[in-house]
């Protein structure tokens, strides 16, 4: 049989590598018997199928993002123990203000005025939380008074439905480390704090002794409806952020560009009414509900951030919207270029009322839920992403259905292509649901032309799968999802890996039912 080579993309931990592997020639089925030399593949090609598509251009893991990589200030000084919200709010429209070196602490939201600059080169961070010093020793725990504000209502929606603590927004740090919250006095354990707000009491599992004990107090760092601020090179941590707000709210033409993000109880950062803005280059990482959040926006950028190990706080995982990044309400704009990993929720979440959004050539690894959720939503294009190992995560509402998502989930959802993705090792490969889901402001929501096409598709276990799922009351109109010309790398031709409104279907029994026209099925063989 007469071989050629083609290219297969290999993502693991993070990291995109390319290799070379020996295919046989189009023509007849090989099947997996047992007379078969390890290491080749069988297929199922059609005569004019295309080649392996070539794996897209994504992050490596190796951005360029954060604040090593922001430019050089020259502007006003704030240097630490300065009233950086007054002196900013002092001065005229365009000034840039230089953060020097060290720990800036923010009692008061920095609202800049159009066009300033707020920026630092020698490593200023910007942080939200006070000293807690005055302890004392009760019933083999620590506690202190009076530092918490009065109780206040829940919003969102936690994990733990039960004890539903997740909302509340002060966490403490222990000599830098983030300590778990819990509903009880009697569960406080080293490790562990317990914030009791009728008594304002915090109560402590580990001695405080000669360590440094600090609570998030301030609720946002940067925010206001000025135009076309500049934010860069800043460290902002430790805002006590309500659900859904981010410790930097982004509005018209700001660009937030290499900063690190980190450990804010809700959003890291959010786009608000935000048309035209850039957030680039960025570490987002372990914000306690989202990295990066967006609403209203139109035309948003965004770039080449790194958002990963989000939702610290214990929101809900499978859907509500805990994890990477999502969108909601917005028009236009790009989510490009970004690495998106190990956050504990979806990767990458359009959801409720996107029209025209395109999110290409990211990596989405390893994220608990979907890799990319695209719900509710018209004229979108998901194109040239890696999306690996995600969906595996474990919970409330999880599970392995294509009910469940996939590595690309498109529900409800009108005029999607998704093209050219390379989709491997997820809780199912792509996952096109039809669900009954009310009226909005294009009419009744509907799964309507939806095209896939050019991917390449790994599926080697469990009940791993790719297809359409709909309810009773929303059923799929023939011609409305088209799959063609895609690749789909099996472990076995024979095995049912794909899935039509509730009936399997082997690689030939699925293009038997005129599904997937023009793609190829194989399987690599182990050599071991």
Not at 48 to 56: C, G, L, N
Not at 345 to 367: E, P
Request: aromatic share 8%.
């Amino acid at each position: 049989m007469k071989a050629f080579t083609a290219t297969v993309a290999i993502v693991a931990a993070g990291t995109f590598t390319v290799a070379t592997n020996i295919l046989p020639a189009h023509g007849s089925p090989v099947l997996d018997e047992p007379g078969d030399q390890p290491g080749l593949i069988a297929e199922l090609f059609p005569d004019d199928a295309p080649p392996t598509p070539t794996p897209p251009a994504v992050p490596t893991g190796d951005l360029q993002a954060g604040p090593t990589y922001a430019p050089a200030c020259s502007g006003t000084t704030i240097s630490p123990g300065q009233d950086a919200a007054k002196l900013v709010e002092d001065a005229p429209n365009g000034t840039t203000f230089c953060f020097g070196a060290g720990l800036h602490r923010i009692g008061e939201t920095i609202r800049p005025k159009p066009n300033q600059v707020l920026a630092s080169d020698r490593g200023a961070v910007l942080t939200g939380s006070i000293r807690l010093t005055k302890w004392s020793a009760t019933n083999g725990d620590w506690v202190t008074t009076g530092v918490l504000p009065p109780p206040y209502g829940q919003t969102g929606q936690c994990e733990d439905n039960v004890a539903n603590i997740c909302y509340l927004r002060e966490q403490v740090f222990l000599d830098g480390k983030h300590l778990t919250r819990v509903a009880h006095r009697d569960k406080v354990a080293p490790g562990t704090f317990y914030a009791d707000y009728t008594a304002n009491a915090v109560y402590l599992g580990d001695n405080p002794a000669g360590r440094a004990v600090e609570m998030s107090k301030t609720q946002q760092a940067i925010q206001s409806s000025a135009n076309n601020v500049t934010v860069r090179g800043l460290t902002i941590e430790h805002f006590a952020t309500a659900p859904q707000g981010g410790a930097i709210q982004l509005g018209l033409g700001w660009k937030v560009f290499a900063n690190d993000i980190r450990w804010n109880h809700a959003v890291g950062a959010m786009l608000v009414n935000a048309d035209g803005a850039v957030l680039e280059k960025n570490l987002i990482h372990h914000n306690g509900q989202l990295g990066v959040g967006q609403y209203s926006t139109l035309n948003g950028t965004i770039a080449a951030n790194e958002v990963s190990h989000n939702n610290t706080d214990g929101f809900w995982i499978a859907d509500w919207e805990s994890g990477g990044i999502k969108t909601t309400w917005s028009n236009g704009g790009w989510v490009t270029g970004n690495l998106i990993k190990a956050n504990r929720g979806v990767g990458l979440w359009s959801d409720a009322y996107d029209d025209g959004r395109t999110f290409n050539a990211n990596q989405i690894v390893d994220n608990a839920a979907d890799g990319i959720r695209y719900e509710i939503g018209r004229n979108g294009t998901i194109a040239d992403n890696v999306i690996t190992g995600n969906g595996l995560g474990t919970g409330r509402g999880s599970g392995t259905s294509l009910w469940d998502g996939g590595g690309i989930n498109v529900n409800t959802s009108s005029n999607v292509q998704v093209r050219d993705n390379v989709v491997a090792d997820n809780v199912n490969g792509i996952s096109i649901q039809s669900r009954t889901r009310g009226s909005g402001p294009w009419g009744l929501n509907v799964l309507r032309d939806v095209v896939v096409s050019g991917n390449q598709v790994t599926m080697k276990g469990g009940t791993t799968a790719t297809g359409m799922v709909q309810n009773s009351g929303a059923v799929i109109p023939v011609g409305e999802v088209t799959l063609k010309g895609n690749s789909y790398i099996l472990d076995s031709l024979t095995a049912e890996r794909f899935q039509k409104t509730g009936e399997w279907y082997t690689a030939t029994e699925w293009r038997q039912a005129g599904q997937d026209t023009g793609s190829t099925f194989t399987t690599r063989r182990s050599t071991g």
